[in-house]
């Protein structure tokens, strides 16, 4: 089992920066992945980037946010950061904090976060 937490949501102006954390919590030993997903009112829940926790820290990011954001992980505090520059309204969104686990050989679990709200507005 694996519980995650996010915070650094909030309200900034275009052009602004945030930072997000997610801390693990549980069995953390069995994640090999976490990223950071969104849903804006409305629209499909979409992977904004991911990290591999196993495997040397291999990163994926979304070309809607490449340039501007950066995941990065901080194992030995069992967390994730999602570093959010260059702020756009359309950014806004309800971000995720998701972790893949793997309990033996084809077998896997994906638990995640309760969210934490991003508003981009002036």
């Known amino acids: 089992q694996v519980q995650l937490v996010e915070s650094g949501g909030g309200l900034v102006q275009p052009g602004g920066s945030l930072r997000l954390s997610c801390a693990a919590s549980?069995?953390?030993?069995?994640?090999?992945?976490m990223g950071w997903y969104r849903q804006a009112p409305g629209k499909q829940r979409e992977l904004v980037a991911d990290?591999?926790?196993?495997?040397?820290?291999?990163?994926n990011v979304a070309d809607s946010v490449k340039g501007r954001f950066t995941i990065s992980r901080d194992n030995a505090k069992n967390t994730v950061y999602l570093q959010m520059n260059s702020l756009k309204p359309e950014d806004t969104a309800v971000y995720y904090c998701?972790?893949?686990?793997?309990?033996?050989?084809?077998?896997?679990?994906?638990?995640w976060g309760q969210g934490t709200q991003v508003t981009v507005s002036s």
């Open positions: 549980g069995n953390i030993c069995s994640i090999n992945a």
């Open positions: 990290i591999t926790i196993t495997r040397g820290g291999r990163t």
């Open positions: 998701k972790a893949h686990t793997t309990y033996g050989v084809g077998i896997g679990v994906d638990y």
